[in-house]
């Protein structure tokens, strides 16, 4: 049953009466992205996601809401507004896709958090632009093929195993697929708008199959099994690259990004700081909690604001010269490195990097 007014869910519990605020994370803009260190990307998740996804602190068994012994709702007791460009759906109970076909004005739709299994009966919403179905239950990625003005999908903590049924979103420009259980990256060749990648949380083990993803600026692959850098030289508009929480043991495969702006590589095994000769444009470096035992290599790296070197294992105060031609670095983190036994650690890397203004994670009071 459908009836005019704002479309949202009528249930005995009345839940879900917002729309999960998206962060500011803007494309068209990546100068001025700011990526959490803590969490995979800065859209796709409620907020105590996103601090925990990207270290791997989010449980893989556990999706971060929906409850298993909630029975379906049907579509018929949800009220629909034809009128309503903005549709929310979240946290209603809904069990199956339906009823949907009087939403011809909808621009976005969110069913995050609900009962859904399968992705159907979405052929008559051909002016959607968004489409949100973040914690559901869905397997299988399918019947998308009438939403060819679609530019964002997000299919983030579901139980998807690959990437398919997408070749004809070729407008879409963010895809968001965080923590499902995707084991290859394939099936994205039709996708030439596509300027954000989201595939942290799964079970990827190879970079591949991105080649002709040439727009794509931003790539995060946090929490996988990833044990190589590689595949990645047709990416050459790419700016924010997060590869946290992998496998990792070399720096390499990195000479084609000269437009790098922010490399996240914490919590992997690389030992040995080399191979960012071209990456002459990145801002932020995140090496933080591998075994390296030297800074290095970097000082030609002069546009730096923030550089997280934490728990490794640097002993050598004569290495943050390496340091010293980023006259704008402003954050540095040390800290859980021989280097902070020092009773002088603070006072040091104030003495030999002058223009810092965060220490770990304190401001320096002047």
């Known amino acids: 049953m459908f009836s005019i007014g704002r479309s949202r869910c009528q249930s005995s519990s009345e839940v879900g009466g917002f729309r999960a605020k998206m962060a500011t994370l803007s494309v068209g803009e990546p100068q001025e992205m700011e990526v959490d260190r803590r969490g995979e990307s800065e859209e796709s998740g409620d907020d105590e996601t996103k601090r925990k996804s990207l270290n791997g602190e989010v449980d893989s068994l556990q999706a971060p809401s929906t409850v298993p012994e909630e029975s379906p709702v049907d579509m018929d007791t949800i009220t629909l507004d034809p009128d309503e460009e903005d549709v929310d759906l979240v946290h209603c109970r809904i069990g199956?896709?339906?009823?949907?076909?009087?939403?011809?004005?909808?621009?976005?739709?969110?069913?995050?958090?609900?009962?859904?299994?399968?992705?159907?009966?979405?052929?008559?919403?051909?002016?959607?632009?968004?489409?949100?179905?973040?914690?559901?239950?869905?397997?299988?990625?399918?019947?998308?093929?009438?939403?060819?003005?679609?530019?964002?999908?997000?299919?983030?903590?579901?139980?998807?195993?690959?990437?398919?049924?997408?070749?004809?979103?070729?407008?879409?420009?963010?895809?968001?697929?965080?923590?499902?259980?995707?084991?290859?990256?394939?099936?994205?060749?039709?996708?030439?708008?596509?300027?954000?990648?989201?595939?942290?949380?799964?079970?990827?083990?190879?970079?591949?199959?991105?080649?002709?993803?040439?727009?794509?600026?931003?790539?995060?692959?946090?929490?996988?099994?990833?044990?190589?850098?590689?595949?990645?030289?047709?990416?050459?508009?790419?700016?924010?690259?997060?590869?946290?929480?992998?496998?990792?043991?070399?720096?390499?495969?990195?000479?084609?990004?000269?437009?790098?702006?922010?490399?996240?590589?914490?919590?992997?095994?690389?030992?040995?700081?080399?191979?960012?000769?071209?990456?002459?444009?990145l801002t932020t470096l995140d090496i933080a909690a591998n075994r390296i035992k030297k800074i290095e290599n970097i000082s030609h790296l002069t546009d730096l604001k923030e550089f997280w070197m934490n728990d490794n294992q640097i002993d050598n105060w004569g290495d943050l010269d390496e340091l010293k031609n980023a006259k704008g670095l402003e954050t540095v983190y040390l800290e859980r490195n021989p280097l902070q036994k020092d009773p002088q650690y603070r006072r040091k890397i104030m003495l030999a990097l002058p223009n810092v203004r965060q220490i770990d994670a304190t401001f320096i009071r002047f």
């Open 96 to 281: 199956k896709i339906e009823g949907l076909e009087v939403l011809l004005k909808a621009k976005t739709i969110s069913l995050r958090q609900n009962l859904i299994k399968r992705i159907e009966n979405l052929d008559s919403l051909v002016s959607l632009k968004e489409l949100d179905l973040y914690d559901n239950q869905i397997r299988k990625l399918e019947n998308l093929q009438a939403l060819t003005e679609l530019e964002q999908l997000d299919v983030s903590f579901n139980l998807l195993r690959k990437i398919e049924g997408l070749d004809c979103l070729t407008k879409v420009k963010k895809l968001f697929l965080l923590h499902n259980k995707i084991t290859s990256i394939s099936n994205l060749d039709q996708l030439m708008s596509l300027q954000m990648l989201e595939l942290g949380s799964n079970r990827i083990r190879v970079i591949e199959n991105l080649d002709s993803l040439s727009s794509l600026e931003s790539l995060f692959l946090g929490t996988n099994k990833i044990t190589q850098l590689q595949n990645l030289d047709g990416l050459h508009s790419l700016t924010v690259l997060s590869i946290q929480s992998n496998r990792i043991t070399k720096l390499e495969g990195l000479q084609n990004l000269v437009n790098l702006r922010e490399l996240y590589l914490s919590h992997n095994g690389i030992e040995v700081m080399e191979g960012l000769e071209n990456n002459k444009k």
